[in-house]
């Protein structure tokens, strides 16, 4: 049976951005399960070996919100597996944020401006256990031990965020029998909330392999109650997921 892993996160700002607002963004209350979910995989992910199970979050420190105006570029963010790409010496594609017409190949600067409600000094208790793939299930003593060995050591794939990649998350490995600090009082019904962008009932890609995997948007109804978020399983009727066509 899968043993379920406690992270300490934590972070200056945050932004979980509601998928319903297109330009400007607005930030749920709590970190979503794909943004927890992310967090986990920053540190330790073999999606064709494992997805990982985000199962609770406990809310530390008061939620807070503040309004920025930041400048976005237009342009999509590369995937984790493009900047690993570069790290192992392919040549970067830069993001043109503003430059001449004749660097730009246009008269359109490559940013915007948009506001931002974002979340300031947040704290959570995130837990989750690994999901092996059927195939792979002798392999979860390894995984969980090889997971442990990372957070426990600080070491990360790539720098967790918080919603946003500018806005660096920081970790630590809760072990197990350590004091765990009690969640804020406060009661939130939240309503739907995104649960992930991806369909995890099934394997992905290697993280050296470029993914190709398509939007599989799920929610749930989300409350907090006495500082806790419990969260279902993926595979769980809890879980509203968008409908397949059978020629998909």
């Not at 379920?4 to 998928?19: D, H, N, S």
């Not at 406060?186 to 398509?214: A, H, N, Q, W």
């Amino acid at each position: 049976m899968a043993e379920e892993q406690i992270l300490k996160v934590w972070g200056e700002l945050a932004c979980f951005t509601r998928p319903e607002l297109k330009v400007e963004r607005f930030s749920y209350p709590v970190i979503t399960p794909s943004a927890a979910r992310g967090v986990f995989d920053a540190i330790y992910c073999k999606p064709a070996e494992f997805r990982w199970q985000v199962t609770r979050v406990d809310v530390l420190k008061p939620i807070r919100y503040i309004a920025l105006r930041r400048n976005e570029v237009k342009d999509k963010a590369p995937s984790p597996s493009t900047i690993l790409s570069w790290a192992r010496g392919k040549e970067p594609v830069p993001i043109w944020a503003d430059g001449t017409p004749e660097l730009l190949g246009t008269d359109q600067k490559g940013r915007t401006q948009r506001q931002t409600m974002a979340l300031k000094n947040v704290t959570y208790y995130l837990y989750a256990h690994i999901l092996p793939w059927p195939e792979f299930g002798d392999s979860l003593p390894a995984l969980e031990a090889q997971f442990r060995r990372r957070a426990s050591q600080g070491k990360c794939i790539y720098q967790p965020y918080l919603g946003c990649r500018e806005f660096p998350a920081y970790f630590e490995l809760v072990e197990p029998g350590t004091p765990l600090e009690p969640p804020i009082d406060i009661d939130l019904d939240i309503g739907l909330m995104l649960y992930d962008v991806f369909d995890l009932s099934r394997p992905g890609k290697p993280l050296d392999t470029e993914r190709d995997e398509l939007p599989s948007i799920s929610l749930f109804r989300a409350k907090v109650e006495k500082g806790v978020m419990k969260i279902p399983p993926y595979q769980s009727a809890q879980v509203l997921k968008a409908r397949r066509s059978n020629h998909a």
